[in-house]
């Protein structure tokens, strides 16, 4: 089995063929895509997505790499709309899982029109490779599983890579070795 920084030399070698770009070999299909790795790797796959983003030039790669995180994203959105203390205060008075329904419900995560999906089609230029990071971060205030689903059913211009601190065999995500994140068809295992 191939390491870590093996698998990230391999993902960066992809993304910038014009094929991968051009969704090419996935039965026109957009190109969504998962990399797993060990959630205890999460440093080295961090500085490894911000070593390739300083290095990346649309002039002379053919496409502009963008990164999300998913969690600086909800956090923005959060505070945009005047709402983190109430976030913190409805927490300690309802509970975490009242609180992961009432950002839910904020974000709308499970809407077509999800603020976060909207978020990301508003900050992609046309010729780019998404990246989305931090689904660690979120949980459980978000899973992956909602984010793929929506973000593929309204966005499909460009390839779009999620990192996913856990394992993914092609049909189920699972975090932190335990937790279950639904199922999801629809993406191809990035490297294996």
Do not use: W
């Not at 093996?6 to 895509?33: P, S, T």
């Not at 499970?110 to 990301?120: A, D, F, K, L």
């Amino acid at each position: 089995m191939a390491s870590l920084e093996e698998r990230l030399d391999v993902a960066e070698a992809m993304i910038k063929a014009e094929d991968f770009r051009q969704n090419k070999g996935l039965g026109n299909e957009v190109g969504y895509y998962v990399f797993d790795y060990p959630a205890e790797k999460e440093l080295i796959v961090r500085e490894r997505i911000e070593y390739m983003k300083g290095k990346n030039s649309k002039g002379t790669d053919g496409f502009e790499l963008v990164v999300f995180d998913l969690y600086d994203i909800i956090i923005d959105i959060l505070e945009e709309e005047g709402f983190m203390d109430q976030c913190f205060k409805f927490e300690k008075k309802n509970g975490m899982e009242r609180i992961i329904q009432a950002v839910g419900n904020l974000v709308r995560i499970n809407n077509e029109n999800s603020m976060i999906v909207r978020y990301i089609q508003e900050h992609t230029p046309k010729e780019a490779v998404v990246f989305l990071v931090g689904i660690g971060k979120c949980y459980p205030l978000l899973r992956s599983h909602k984010v793929l689903n929506n973000l593929h059913q309204a966005f499909d211009s460009v390839p779009v890579v999620l990192f996913y601190p856990g394992k993914y065999d092609g049909q189920e995500l699972v975090l932190f070795s335990t937790v279950k994140d639904d199922n999801y068809y629809r993406a191809f295992k990035l490297v294996d």
